[in-house]
């Protein structure tokens, strides 16, 4: 086979457990001409406030950045559905050479009479700074106009990244915390934090915690609504899911009005039933949640776990490869990924920090590929050497698995069902089983050649 | 006619009908063999418009982006593309890059091809792939202005000049249609003895089999040197009626700079615009239609027959790029069909003409034609409209679905189907293709209607 190159100034983000001293030389801008799995500081933000449904997201800039944002992901809401809409200023020559101050006020000025949200976002795109317009000054004079939080999110995609965007949103979203009246919240009660309710998984967490007796203020952003983050400040506890994206709003809250944050990721059944226990430990002084919380995981499990045993048969032994975008969510896969019997063999991520990998680096076993901010050249190079069964990761990564005959399952935002939760957990492992367990990769010809030299079994 | 930011009253735009420059450009740059396309901006332009192209073709599809930080936004993106090209050399060893631009390179002035003379200078004793720039600001047209940019760009870059004349070879400007299209016109111009140089041919590169080893860049493409010889061409033909009145395409550069007669034709949707497609071949080859095609004709004509009463004065809405808006408005003339409303994205002011060219005249006080619009301008329209069908691309299923009707798909994007890399839209089979689809989804549509269930149509 011909050997795929590597370069030179990436290999300091590509680690073989076991081979050499770990130090993953991460957190960098990406390498130019390296064809990064990354999108920008642009797609941060967006990615972070996208659920929010109730709210007019408008685009400043020429059409690319909206168009390609258009109802991309499976954010569910159980109301208003403005959020899968577009909006755009959709720049013209002429603005950019004027500016696009006008064309922004008017855009906003005629949506919000449309559509009627309870606040607006306006993502400022590359150009935007560079063009001089002052989007802030335009958020401000239409936010007294219309008496709707207009709200600026310094987006330009080239200014950091993607975990940069995160901040912006964050940013963007704490001018809200702390404007709604939080009367009657109770006190055993908390946000959760980074949970994009993709599939409705938002709401099978939410479910388990008001069975725990815990009130649930917000959900940011996932079913999002402009009023709930608006009294999120209400909340006794936050609860932080997904690497860092908005771990910056959760130091804010605990700065500002004094409310601590844990940790916590739905993916898995120990992850799982670990942020409910971890809840109800925080609220210690009321026995009866932890009480409930037992009995919920107790039988939560308890109905997943037969077919999860059938799964398991076919799947013992299989390789996977998972390669996402918070490395969070890379530790729980792992974890979920061993309760089906399998192995992973290659792990990475596009944002992880050093803590992160050193974490990815004490879970996986010798020989694991571990990858920073990865290009598809070394994902090829590493699943076919490492002969994945299986990869995990978005759209992009999709084909590189199946041109090679590898099966696939998406977990990233363009799923339709709830992957996280104990019943996601179910269906995670259907997904798993269902493409891995297909007939169609006996016909595939890498393969084929593999099982011909009896190196792999049908 | 409409044209939603003609006016001083800006308006936003609400679910584009349309997609940004960089795409089209990229999307070229993939059907020439052993490239790598390369936007000069921030990350996630590449990043969303391959997500965007992936959803569609299901394949690999690497896009290289120069990675703009904040330095470069205000020292220039010279470093940067430098470093962007070494790195794609030394991770793919490709015979060409294109390098097209986008808003933010645009907006801060770069000087790409500057950039480019200092890189072959700087290099000028090794191997170099060929470097092809094109000028893709998206505030300046849409996806349909960066492919036909970047077109012009590979040919007026990298045809030879004063080429020995090959009588046989003719270069093919289909535009943006199906890797499906692209393989069917390859083999049409073929079958007359011609030697077809298409530009581009993402054919195999966009829709290929498995791989028995990995391939860094698909197999595929029209390879370099058939580029370098496209000015040693017989013809070019170059597809697309509104393309037809553009001034400054491939066509016309290498007709003015090469002296290749050009032939401009409508996309060949249809009876009589795949009629004069087959017809300009046969001039250009000396050589009668073959058989296979004439039999093609016929088995058509025969369904279009059966199959007549389906379609007369069925009234559909036609959405998308505006020469295959033109294409299949012309296509449902013949049929019958009605094209009520017929909108695009795009706007160059042409498409209203063109359109009113290809539809019977009778039809034009029925008919709605909208440039510049989105899918709620579209959608507005339609409100008062009474169609039975919509045509266009997976981004109008959101559409179909409140107005409750059915959605023919066809072009790019189809990202809620798994045949999007399939469809046939071209020559004879392209319209058998899409008539048997545009009937059997209005058989299907009175079947669900119906009380009775009929078994037979």
């Known amino acids: 086979m011909a050997s795929i190159p590597i370069l030179e100034e990436r290999q300091a983000q590509i680690h073989q457990k076991g081979s050499q001293p770990f130090e993953m030389d991460c957190g960098k801008h990406s390498l130019a001409g390296s064809v990064s799995q990354r999108a920008c500081v642009f797609c941060g933000s967006r990615v972070v406030l996208y659920p929010i449904a109730d709210a007019l997201h408008l685009i400043h800039g020429p059409i690319g950045c909206a168009a390609y944002t258009w109802d991309i992901r499976g954010a569910l809401s159980s109301g208003p559905e403005l959020h899968r809409m577009s909006f755009s200023t959709d720049l013209r020559e002429r603005d950019v050479i004027f500016g696009g101050e006008k064309k922004l006020a008017a855009a906003l000025d005629e949506l919000i009479d449309q559509y009627k949200p309870k606040a607006a976002f306006v993502y400022s795109t590359c150009i935007v700074g560079i063009i001089g317009d002052d989007v802030a000054a335009v958020c401000r004079q239409v936010e007294k106009a219309k008496g709707i939080p207009v709200l600026p999110v310094h987006s330009e995609g080239f200014k950091g990244t993607k975990k940069d965007g995160y901040k912006a949103a964050c940013d963007a979203m704490a001018k809200l915390v702390g404007t709604g009246a939080t009367d009657k919240i109770a006190p055993v009660s908390i946000n959760i934090l980074g949970e994009f309710n993709i599939g409705g998984e938002a709401w099978l967490i939410k479910k388990y915690y008001e069975e725990m007796g815990v009130e649930v203020v917000s959900i940011m952003t996932g079913d999002g609504r402009v009023d709930e983050i608006r009294r999120s400040h209400g909340a006794a506890l936050n609860v932080v899911q997904c690497s860092g994206a908005l771990t910056f709003l959760a130091e804010m809250m605990e700065e500002t009005y004094g409310i601590p944050y844990i940790r916590a990721s739905y993916f898995g059944i120990e992850d799982m039933a670990t942020a409910l226990y971890d809840v109800a430990a925080h609220f210690n002084d009321h026995a009866e949640v932890m009480a409930r919380t037992r009995a919920i995981v107790r039988r939560e499990v308890g109905a997943i776990m037969p077919e999860l045993e059938r799964i398991r048969k076919d799947l013992d032994g299989k390789r996977a490869a998972v390669y996402v975008g918070g490395a969070f969510k890379a530790f729980s896969l792992i974890k979920a990924l061993r309760h089906l019997g399998m192995r992973v063999v290659l792990v990475g991520s596009q944002t992880g920090n050093a803590s992160d990998y050193a974490t990815l680096q004490d879970m996986c076993e010798d020989g694991t590929v571990i990858l920073d901010d990865a290009n598809p050249l070394e994902l090829s190079k590493y699943i076919i050497e490492k002969r994945a069964d299986l990869f995990i990761g978005g759209v992009k990564e999709r084909p590189i698995a199946f041109k090679m005959g590898i099966g696939f399952c998406d977990h990233n935002h363009e799923r339709k069902m709830p992957l996280a939760g104990f019943a996601g957990m179910l269906q995670f492992a259907r997904e798993v089983h269902t493409s891995v367990t297909s007939p169609v990769w006996q016909f595939v010809p890498a393969r084929a050649a593999a099982m011909a030299a009896g190196e792999e079994t049908p | ?457």
């Open chain 2, 1 to 457: 006619m409409t044209s939603a930011l003609s006016t001083e009253h800006f308006t936003a735009t609400q679910n584009a009908c349309k997609l940004c420059a960089p795409l089209g450009a990229a999307l070229v740059f993939k059907g020439i063999a052993n490239t790598v396309p390369l936007l000069h901006g921030s990350q996630g332009c590449s990043t969303y418009i391959r997500r965007y192209m992936i959803s569609h073709f299901k394949e690999p599809l690497d896009i290289a982006c120069s990675n703009f930080g904040e330095d470069t936004a205000i020292f220039g993106g010279g470093a940067n593309i430098k470093l962007a090209i070494d790195n794609i050399r030394r991770q793919y060893d490709p015979d060409l890059i294109g390098v097209a631009t986008t808003c933010l390179s645009e907006t801060i002035g770069d000087d790409v091809p500057m950039f480019i003379r200092t890189y072959q200078a700087d290099h000028r004793d090794e191997d170099l792939p060929a470097l092809v720039h094109v000028a893709t600001p998206s505030y300046q047209g849409t996806h349909m202005q960066g492919f036909h940019g970047a077109v012009r760009a590979l040919v007026s870059a990298l045809a030879e000049p004063e080429p020995a004349r090959e009588p046989t070879r003719v270069n093919l400007f289909a535009g943006m249609v199906s890797p499906a299209d692209l393989r069917a016109l390859r083999t049409i111009i073929a079958s007359f003895g011609l030697t077809p140089v298409l530009v581009p041919d993402y054919s195999d590169t966009l829709n290929g089999p498995l791989w028995t080893e990995y391939q860094r860049i698909p197999e595929g493409g029209t390879p370099v040197a058939a580029l370098r010889q496209s000015g040693a061409a017989a013809a070019s033909i170059e597809c697309g009626l509104v393309l037809a009145g553009a001034g400054e395409t491939a066509g016309t550069w290498l007709h003015e700079n090469r002296n290749v007669p050009l032939h401009r034709l409508g996309l060949p949707i249809g009876i009589r615009q795949t009629d004069r497609f087959f017809d300009c071949l046969a001039a250009l080859s000396g050589r009668p239609v073959p058989e296979k095609y004439t039999a093609q004709r016929g088995r058509l004509l025969d369904a279009l027959v059966d199959g007549h009463k389906h379609l007369n004065g069925v009234r559909a809405a036609i959405f998308g790029e505006e020469d295959l808006v033109a294409g299949l408005a012309g296509y449902c003339g013949e049929l019958g069909i009605v094209p009520v409303l017929c909108a695009t994205g795009g706007g160059d002011g042409r498409f209203a003409r063109t359109i009113r060219r290809v539809v019977p005249a009778a039809q034009h006080d029925r008919m709605q034609i909208l440039e510049d619009v989105d899918f709620v301008d579209i959608e507005k329209a339609l409100a008062d409209m009474d169609v039975d069908l919509l045509i266009g691309h997976s981004k109008g299923y959101t559409m179909a679905r409140r107005l409750k009707k059915p959605l023919v798909r066809v072009g790019f994007p189809v990202h809620d189907r798994v045949d999007g890399s399939r469809l046939a839209h071209l020559g004879y089979r392209g319209a058998q293709q899409l008539f048997d689809r545009l009937a059997n989804t209005l058989i299907e549509e009175k079947q669900k209607s119906n009380a009775v269930g009929y078994t037979y149509y």
